[in-house]
Nanobody
């Protein structure tokens, strides 16, 4: 079992920045690729960014490229999402997730095995 806990969400004005963190515990040696997804009210879960085990490979949704940066610290079992130039359309609950089978940073939520409870990000215009 792997437990994931997100933090860092909040309310920010458009153009501002937030940094989300996700702390993993439990069988953390099983954490290979890790990802961030988000879900806005009335919408499905959307891929945001993902990172491989070593951090050498990353993927981003087109909507966040150039604004968001994913990183991880394996010594601390954490993954972070630095979000800059935030827009009102970035408003959503953000979820951290981990794959335990493959190391590639997948954009498909179906390929992730464990999920955090989510943290709310609200961007005001």
């Amino acid at each position: 079992q792997v437990q994931l806990v997100e933090s860092g969400g909040g309310l920010v004005q458009a153009g501002g920045s937030l940094r989300l963190s996700c702390a993993a515990s439990g069988r953390t040696f099983s954490n290979v690729a890790m990802g961030w997804f988000r879900q806005a009210p009335g919408k499905g879960r959307e891929f945001v960014a993902a990172i491989s085990l070593t951090g050498g490979s990353t993927r981003y949704a087109d909507s966040v490229k150039g604004r968001f940066t994913i990183s991880r610290d394996n010594a601390k079992n954490t993954v972070s999402l630095q979000m800059n130039s935030l827009k009102p359309e970035d408003t959503a609950v953000y979820f951290c997730a981990t794959r335990t089978t493959y190391s590639s940073p997948s954009s498909s939520h179906a390929e992730y095995d464990y999920w955090g409870q989510g943290t709310q990000v609200t961007v005001s215009s």
